[in-house]
């Protein structure tokens, strides 16, 4: 039996021992999310690796570009080698190289040529000669530009030697929508994506038409925007150097916000690997620290002991822009860390910009701490995997400058070895990858190390020893986080949204560069990631900032540091911000073609304001008082109707009146005015708020199409995410009015696709980012998870396998364009509304001059008996008299409560059950004019069979106080459900009348009319009940349930609330009573959902209990909706609307009983707790 190493022993007793979680591997959160692509190594925009497939084992990892950064794993479980991370390349001999390589010649037209032009025997002599790559500037290997839309391409050449028994493989790169034929067989068609170096075997087919002498391969590319590419050689494959064939079997994978976990089954063993990026926000030099962990454990199966010996391995291509560029080795020893290095031989520091590429500079370590038992070592591609496979162990090579700097000549690796020992219980340890980029950003032509070095005081070797020392801390601290994250994440916006949540973190925070300015500012520098390159950009700040205002808002004002200096210094000295500071890592000013006037200045203004209210003072907003002064001006000047100018959705184009971007000038008006009063500045204060109010009031005005709001101001059959709204809510200012969010979301519900609301009317493509935001413009939990559920579709469905791309089409789930961007931060905006909304502001504008928002209060908690309190009616004591159905346990008796004027509560009496069912059912309840109760026993809405068609109305005599007589006014009743007394009738309400069948198929119901004396009428929920004096159909089909609630106002007109629809009918009668008029009289989805009980105030108007959105609205006397309360999901104990049932006026409030016990896809309540609750509202 070998002995363990000390490592080994050390990293189990750190398992068991540490405090806090007793197991690294097993996290307390699950991910159920197929991530697009899933993160390993996170640490900024160059040094960044992820896994495209499901399996990790399935290919090769790759930068997020799309370009290879492979790492390889291994597990060999006694001398078998087990594969679980990463592909061997394929030993390949050139035929045709690819440009790289060699700068190949071709024939190209960038005009549509004849059908013919795949063929060997086509005539291209008119066509141009050019030597590949062909592209757009920047592109890799460039030699001939393309700047058109299309090119068609045609290589010939000639063939010696007869290749069709052997493996050929086609090597392509492109961009963006590409096809290629090899002597006129079509082989490729890739649809609207772009990659490189994609490695695809020729079939049998194609490979017969391969011929000594003339053969073609014939490619046309098709450029929709951005970049443009083609590039592509042929090669054989050479006798069989594949070591480790063999997969393990991925069982699982879990990706959380610093974490990626995966468990594989290697025969007898199992694998377990977590990929650790500490990206903790309240510690920038840990953040920053250029070094991530991979930990290994094994363990056995079978209870028997294994030899097991772990593998891996990097290559220079992690250092490296292409392949081509020529690369060195070292191998250190120091303070009992092992490091291998590597990078380019150049060593241009700072010199390559642009977006598609990747760092060539600095040195790229694989580290891990000196023990007996492990070897790094650096060696030939294949002989070092067969050292590996034959002995599970790697010989120290110290020759390395026997090493080939030439990759295409030759591969090199950075490999590590460990060998557990005989293992049956868990065993492991962890492995360093890092990267020291010697300068991080060039910062108007000053070169700035990254934040980490603290200008030089630390080298890596030290960054590399802390993380060594840190690790059981470091582990513990992202475990803390990734469970803390989750939780808050799931409270907030539920468990699909946390998952999302969960996947952007990392990809949001390793878009950045952090640095200091010379002067000791934070640079927080974010690269446009496949938008065009551009380095610290507003509206990439702009959407991504909820991330950083909830977790460190100083990364925040480290984004928008640059901007600021780059006006205040004369640089920029235009009257609106600047769009950027240069292109990626290159920060001396804004290279991007278009300005955006009102989007920056609107992004700054609003990001200012933000800041100081998340941190209770306005002091950064007054160190750049000034510049914000510009800015306000501006948009004040030009913001309500923009010129024709482009906004952050620039690849839609440039477009004046956009509604949507007015919105961002006008909070960015009254932030500077918020920033104003907090400075203590109340005259400009004033000047501003009011000009942004009286903004969007002409606003509301000039977007106004009806039930929704305009994409532009000129175009009323147009729509659009008003995404910018939502900082209104935020910042409490109450700008514009309440009715605007609540209409817009009402309409975007109509508006879904598949995968996701659209951006506008103009397309179905979409900005997952901006839904989020759009999501939070309302309270009600199911509206925000029908918006945030087609985005986990789309990532947990895209077959655009990349890191978590914001533009994706709504109908397919394709990729649209972008990838990897820092404003995935933006899908945290519902955790940040949970830090900084506080309800509804009472100063808020309304349009249709209705009460503001109030938050509602809790009136009492209520005692065992009454789990779902329902009707309410008020004695003629004045007492409240409360209805308990009891529906949450129908073995407890259902009774009513008593409620005195000085708040006292106590149970009056059991309601009379029903024989045949054995309990009651009160919902409805109403006093007459003589004291008698009379009560709606609900007896169906059990749902149980043996009361279908058991309601009753029953009347209550009382005497002193005390039930006297039990009366049965009729029975047979489908739903009896709210009921009121009306000059000697009573009204009540059925809620499903399922015997009277409509054409429609819909569900009818009705009210029914009684005589306060009746007894014993039995009712067959019929049209031949004469009782049954209207009926109405509910339209919703996906929601039938009908009438419920009920009230008459002063002039005898009856009104009855339609469940389903959410409308408001009007009932009138003549001189004798007889129903004259049952007419729609109030609706509006935006304000009001669902009907369930209603009262009436002394002014006539008119309380709404929103049962599924968890809110009560108001509506006057005119039929004008307003809603007034809304609450999330909660358990009433702080007051919130935990389901509503019915509101009474009682002692000059409105008291709302909560109902608390139906859940489904369309409320927002998810389930009965404790505590049983009355909540409050105030009346006026």
């Known amino acids: 039996m070998r002995n363990v190493s000390l490592m080994c022993i050390l990293f189990s007793w750190l398992l068991c021992a540490c405090s806090g979680p007793s197991n690294y591997f097993e996290p307390e959160k699950q991910n159920a999310l197929r991530a697009p692509s899933y993160p390993l190594v996170t640490i900024d925009p160059y040094t960044s690796v992820w896994s495209f497939t499901d399996q990790l084992n399935e290919d090769a990892t790759r930068h997020w570009t799309g370009k290879k950064h492979p790492l390889l794993g291994v597990v060999r479980v006694d001398g078998k080698p087990y594969r679980f991370m990463g592909v061997e390349d394929l030993p390949l001999k050139v035929i045709l190289p690819t440009a790289a390589k060699e700068k190949w010649e071709a024939a190209y037209t960038e005009k549509e040529p004849a059908a013919n032009w795949i063929k060997p025997d086509f005539n291209d002599a008119s066509w141009t000669k050019g030597q590949a790559a062909f592209g757009t500037p920047d592109m890799p290997d460039l030699s001939t530009p393309w700047n058109s839309k299309d090119i068609w391409v045609r290589r010939t050449f000639d063939l010696t030697e007869d290749y069709t028994s052997q493996p050929l493989y086609l090597e392509y790169s492109h961009d963006d929508i590409f096809e290629l034929y090899i002597n006129g ?175 060539d500079w600095g040195y790229f370590y694989l580290a891990a701490g000196t023990d007996a038992n492990t070897t790094m070592t650096m060696g030939p591609y294949h002989a070092t995997k067969q050292d590996f496979a034959a002995n599970g162990k790697l010989p120290v090579n110290t020759n390395l400058e026997g090493l080939s700097s030439d990759m295409q000549e030759e591969m090199s690796v950075l490999a590590y070895s460990h060998d557990l020992g005989s293992v049956s219980s868990p065993v492991g340890s962890f492995l360093m990858i890092g990267y020291d980029d010697l300068y991080a950003i060039q910062y108007f032509n000053d070169n700035r190390m990254a934040y980490w070095k603290h200008n030089g005081q630390k080298n890596i070797e030290q960054a590399f020893e802390e993380a060594n020392n840190d690790y059981a801390s470091v582990m513990k601290r992202c475990r803390q986080f990734d469970t803390q994250l989750m939780n808050d994440a799931e409270k907030a916006g539920g468990k699909e949204y946390a998952e999302l949540c969960a996947i952007a973190y990392r990809q949001a925070i390793a878009a950045h560069k952090l640095v200091e300015d010379k002067d000791g500012n934070l640079l927080f520098l974010s690269k446009e990631n496949f938008s065009n390159g551009s380095i610290g950009t507003v509206d990439i700040t702009y959407p991504s900032s909820p991330l950083f205002l909830i977790y460190n808002p100083e990364l925040l004002k480290g984004m928008m540091n640059p901007i600021f200096h780059y006006s205040e210094s004369g640089m920029w000295n235009k009257p609106f911000a600047a769009h950027d500071v240069g292109t990626y890592p290159q920060a001396n000013g804004q290279t991007y073609g278009g300005d955006m006037p009102v989007e920056e200045s609107g992004n700054m203004l609003i990001l200012t304001t933000a800041i100081a209210l998340r941190e209770g003072n306005a002091e950064y907003a007054k160190k750049h008082w000034e510049t914000l002064t510009t800015w306000a001006n501006y948009l004040l000047k030009e913001g309500l109707d923009p010129e024709n100018q482009l906004c952050t959705d620039d690849f839609a184009g440039h477009f004046a009146h956009n509604a949507n971007l007015s919105i961002k000038a006008i909070i960015g008006i009254a932030g500077y005015g918020k920033l104003a009063d907090m400075l203590g500045d109340k005259a400009t204060a004033e000047k501003y708020i009011s000009a942004a109010k009286e903004m969007a009031m002409k606003w509301s005005s000039m977007a106004n199409a009806g039930d929704h709001y305009r994409l532009t101001f000129d175009q009323p059959a147009t729509w659009s995410q008003k995404y910018n709204l939502v900082w209104d809510k935020l910042f409490g200012m109450g700008i514009f009015p309440q009715e605007i969010a609540g209409k817009e979301m009402a309409y975007y519900l109509t508006k879904q696709n598949t995968y996701g609301l659209p951006l506008d009317s103009r397309k179905t493509y979409t900005k997952s980012d901006w839904i989020m935001w759009s999501a939070c413009l309302t309270d009600n939990m199911n509206d925000f998870s029908q918006l945030v559920s087609p985005i986990y579709k789309y990532a947990n469905e895209t077959t655009t396998r990349m890191p978590l791309c914001d533009w994706h089409e709504t109908t397919n789930a394709n990729s649209v364009g972008f990838r990897a961007r820092s404003v995935v931060g933006g899908y945290f905006m519902k955790m940040l509304e949970k830090q900084m909304y506080k309800g509804a502001p009472a100063a808020a504008p ?78 409805g309840i109403t006093f007459d004019d003589e004291g008698n109760l009379f009560i709606c026993d609900n007896q169906g809405w059990s749902g149980a069979e043996k009361a279908r068609n058991k309601g009753r109305l029953l009347c209550l005599r009382l005497k002193d106080g005390r039930l006297d007589e039990t009366i049965v006014v009729a029975s047979g009743m489908e739903h009896p459900n709210g009921v009121r007394f009306h000059n000697g009738k009573l009204y009540v309400t059925q809620s499903s009348l399922s015997a009277i069948q409509d054409p429609s198929g819909l569900l009818v119901s009705g009210v029914y009319c009684f005589d306060k004396n009746d007894k014993n009428i039995k009712v067959t929920n019929t049209k031949a009940d004469k009782n049954l004096i209207t009926t109405v159909i509910t339209k919703n089909k996906a929601v039938q349930y009908g009438l419920d609630g ?35 009289w109030a609706q509006d989805p935006s304000q009001l959902r669902t009907t369930d009980g209603m009262c009436i105030d002394d002014n006539g108007n008119i309380w709404v209990a929103d049962f599924s959105e968890n809110a009560v609205a108001r509506i006057d006397k005119n039929g004008r909706i307003q809603r007034i309360a809304q609450s999330p999901d909660c358990d009433g104990s702080d007051g919130g609307l935990d389901q509503p049932g019915e509101p009474i006026v009682w002692n000059g409030q409105v008291i709302v009983s909560c109902f608390d016990i139906v859940t489904g896809p369309d409320k927002v309540n998810t389930g009965h707790d404790k505590p049983f609750t009355l909540a409050k509202l105030q009346l006026n």
């Open 185 to 359: 067989i079509q082989m490729i068609s890739t649809g609207y994506v772009w990659k490189n170096n994609v490695l695809s075997e020729l079939p049998a087919e194609v490979k017969a038409t391969l011929k000594p002498g003339k053969n073609v391969i014939a490619a046309h590319c098709h450029n929709k925007t951005g970049g443009g590419y083609v590039d592509f050689g042929l090669f054989r494959k050479e006798e069989n150097k594949i070591f480790f064939q063999e997969a393990a079997v991925q069982k699982s994978v879990n990706v959380l916000p610093t974490q990626t976990f995966y468990t594989f089954e290697c025969g007898p063993v199992e694998l377990d690997i977590i990929f650790t990026s500490p990206l903790l926000m309240d510690d920038l030099d840990l953040m920053t620290r250029p070094v991530n962990y991979i930990s290994y454990q094994a363990k056995s199966l079978d209870g028997q002991k294994h030899d097991v010996q772990i593998y891996m391995e990097a290559t220079p291509q992690l250092a490296v822009n292409s392949d081509n560029q020529r690369v060195s080795f070292d191998r250190e020893e120091k303070n009992n860390i092992t490091y291998l290095k590597t990078g380019t031989t150049e060593q241009q520091v700072l010199a390559r910009k642009g977006d598609d590429v990747r760092i």
């Open 846 to 923: 309304s349009l249709t001059n209705a009460p503001a928002m109030q938050k509602s209060e809790l009136f009492m908690e209520l005692p065992d008996d009454c789990p779902t309190p329902d009707g309410m009616a008020i004695a003629p004591n004045g007492d409240l008299i409360l209805a308990c159905p009891n529906f949450a346990d129908l073995t407890k008796p259902a009774c009513l409560m008593r409620i005195t004027r000085d708040g006292k509560i106590s149970k009056w009496l059991d309601v009379p059950v029903l024989p045949e069912t054995g309990w009651a059912a009160p919902m």
């Open 1046 to 1080: 009920i009230v008459f106002d002063k002039e005898g007109n009856l009104y009855v609330g339609n469940f389903g629809d959410g409308t408001i009918h009007r009932i009138t009668f003549d001189g004798t009573g007889k129903v004259i008029g049952n007419d729609i």
